[in-house]
């Protein structure tokens, strides 16, 4: 049986669903800040750690194909944390040597290195899931992740030019964070339509695994043995 993978399609689920609703209520609602303070922001990487785990603990159970579908999350997963590297490395660059006006490109590579961990992230749930889904769960997941990259790209743009910004803020040993949360709130709403999508993916590919309709989720049955000749 599979209970790994579908514990980790829950908790991915589960991730989507607040993700998404959060989003829906900055947009409705008109707020300057995400639910929560602004701590949502926090919720996608925890969520996709756990997920991740999830699928960890459970590789005996997976078959060559989907083996191979979680080694590419992964890899995509480490990349999102070694792009995550990428954008706090010129912070604690700059805020060591006390906050020094930035060149230009290095709030390029910082929004660059931003963007990316948005997007890859968004990445590394269509592995998980793509080859366990029907073709609802395709038109979702595919909608889903072209808005995330074009949102992911908004948000790269809208930081590349608050880098100085932030290491001020940090310099000075302030515990306010608006000069990240400010220009990317409205932004990060709107990636609760990808988030509500990929929630809307993930039913179908919780779905289809549970009922049996996908083999490549299937725990590897024996093959017979072939008759001598």
């Known amino acids: 049986m599979t209970v790994n993978l ?3 399609l829950t908790v991915f689920k589960i991730g989507f669903l ?4 959060s989003g829906l209520a900055a947009l409705v609602t008109g707020s300057a800040n995400l639910p929560f303070h602004g701590d949502l922001l926090l919720l996608s990487p925890v969520f996709s750690v756990v997920g991740i785990l999830f699928l ?10 989907h083996r191979t579908r979680v080694g590419h999350a ?6 999102s944390i070694i792009a995550t590297a990428l954008a706090a490395a010129p912070i604690a ?6 906050g020094p ?9 910082f929004g660059v290195a931003a963007a990316l961990v948005f997007a890859v992230t968004f990445v590394t749930y269509a592995l998980v899931a793509s080859h366990l889904v029907g073709p609802v769960g395709q038109a979702a997941m595919a909608i889903g992740l072209t808005w995330a990259v074009i949102i992911s790209a908004a948000i790269g743009l809208a930081l590349a030019g608050q880098l100085h910004p932030i290491v001020s803020t940090i310099v000075a040993r302030s515990p306010a964070l608006a000069p990240i949360e400010k220009p990317i709130t409205l932004l ?7 988030y509500l999508a990929f929630f809307v993916a993930f039913v ?3 779905w289809r695994v549970v009922r049996g309709l996908d083999q490549d989720a299937a725990d590897p049955a024996p093959s017979p043995a072939e008759p001598r000749p």
């Open 101 to 109: 006006t930035p060149p230009g490109w290095l709030g390029v590579e």
């Open 188 to 194: 990060d709403a709107l990636l609760g339509f990808s």
């Open 6 to 8: 579908r514990l980790s």
């Open 56 to 65: 960890w603990i459970g590789r005996h159970e997976w078959n060559e194909l």
């Open 74 to 79: 992964n890899l995509a997963f480490a990349v």
């Open 18 to 21: 607040v993700e998404g609703l």
């Open 204 to 206: 179908d590919a919780h």
């Open 93 to 98: 660059y700059l805020s060591a040597v006390g």
